[in-house]
T-cell receptor, first 114, second 112 residues
Framework: DAGVIQSPRHEVTEMGQEVTLRCKPISGHNSLFWYRQTMMRGLELLIYFNNNVPIDDSGMPEDRFSAKMPNASFSTLKIQPSEPRDSAVYFC????????????FGQGTRLTVV | QQQVKQSPQSLIVQKGGISIINCAYE??????FPWYQQFPGKGPALLIA?????SEKKEGRFTISFNKSAKQFSLHIMDSQPGDSATYFCAASHPGNTPLVFGKGTRLSVIA
């Protein structure tokens, strides 16, 4: 299994531009999580989906952030318009609940907004 | 409000020594407590996990100690090696298919 696949690995964009991060979860997993990692705040949960349905998006910092999961094998996190304070590493993770919540993380997208 | 508090923020240990990282939580509804390991440029990966019905779990050189009454758990790395140098995160989750809440991480450096 290729694991959780995220793209792009690195993204540099100008303030005000739209940014779309992509994630392909592990096949058969029924939950998907988007986390943001910064030095100051560590790993923060932004939103998670169970069976493609958004369950909790209370971690999404502002209306500029949105996430979709149109099917079991694909999710996007969009920032529009982007701001320098959005610069961080964004991780997607997936899990198959079988009594334990082992989350498998992708390699992340390092976003830099200049 | 930080639900899982982790310390220390950074740790330097001599090769062969014991690394100890501590976490504390407030929410007694948590019932799953994993530790994740992250190398630079990689995503976190599960290292070892425990449930509150046991006080200790050991896997190779890695041990979790769990104190339910104190609402604390810790990771012990015995015979620490330079290859263990990484950032370690404790986490917790509620029953059911719920997301993990992470501590802020501990950057471990094992020096020869």
């Amino acid at each position: 299994d290729a694991g959780v696949i995220q793209s792009p690995r690195h993204e540099v964009t100008e303030m005000g531009q739209e940014v779309t991060l992509r994630c392909k979860p592990i096949s058969g997993h029924n939950s998907l999580f988007w986390y943001r990692q910064t030095m100051m705040r560590g790993l923060e949960l932004l939103i998670y989906f169970n069976n493609n349905v958004p369950i909790d998006d209370s971690g999404m910092p502002e209306d500029r952030f949105s996430a979709k999961m149109p099917n079991a094998s694909f999710s996007t996190l969009k920032i529009q318009p982007s701001e320098p304070r959005d610069s961080a590493v964004y991780f997607c993770a997936s899990s198959l609940f079988n009594g334990d919540t082992e989350a498998f993380f992708g390699q992340g997208t390092r976003l830099t907004v200049v | 409000q930080q639900q899982v508090k982790q310390s220390p923020q950074s740790l330097i240990v001599q090769k062969g020594g014991i690394s100890i990282i501590n976490c504390a939580y407030e929410n007694t509804a948590f019932d799953y407590f994993p530790w994740y390991q992250q190398f630079p440029g990689k995503g976190p990966a599960l290292l070892i996990a425990i449930r509150p019905d046991v006080s200790e779990k050991k896997e190779g050189r890695f041990t979790i100690s769990f104190n339910k009454s104190a609402k604390q758990f810790s990771l012990h790395i015995m015979d620490s090696q330079p290859g263990d140098s990484a950032t370690y995160f404790c986490a917790a989750s509620h029953p059911g298919n719920t997301p993990l809440v992470f501590g802020k991480g501990t950057r471990l450096s094992v020096i020869a």
